[in-house]
């Protein structure tokens, strides 16, 4: 609904401060909780190895979205 950009989605991942750590953008046909994939991979693992703990909103539950997480390392 509040979406201004047709087409288009951003999968962000911050960190506490609200710092950018990866940004993935992708059609927007393509699901949320697939979308976690593109953005939990093993580059921003290995990039990243100090981050423990991951926060989302509902639009990425499910086993797709824990899946792709635990593939990429341990969060």
Same mark, same amino acid.
Do not use: C, E, M
């Given at each position: !609904? *509040?979406?201004?950009?047709?087409? +288009?989605?951003?999968? =962000? /991942? +911050? %960190?506490?401060?609200?710092?950018? /750590?990866?940004? =993935? =953008?992708? +059609?927007?046909? /393509?699901? %949320? @909780? %697939? *979308?976690?994939?593109? =953005?939990? %991979?093993? @580059? $921003?693992?290995?990039?990243?190895?100090? /981050? *423990? $703990?991951?926060? !989302?909103? &509902? *639009?990425?539950?499910?086993?797709? &979205?824990?899946?792709? &997480?635990?593939?990429?390392?341990?969060?």
């Amino acid at each position: !609904a *509040g979406k201004k950009i047709k087409g +288009v989605k951003y999968h =962000v /991942l +911050v %960190d506490t401060l609200g710092l950018l /750590l990866s940004i =993935v =953008v992708h +059609v927007a046909n /393509l699901q %949320d @909780r %697939d *979308g976690a994939a593109l =953005v939990l %991979d093993r @580059r $921003t693992r290995a990039l990243f190895p100090f /981050l *423990g $703990t991951i926060f !989302a909103d &509902a *639009g990425y539950q499910g086993p797709r &979205a824990a899946s792709a &997480a635990r593939r990429s390392g341990r969060w």
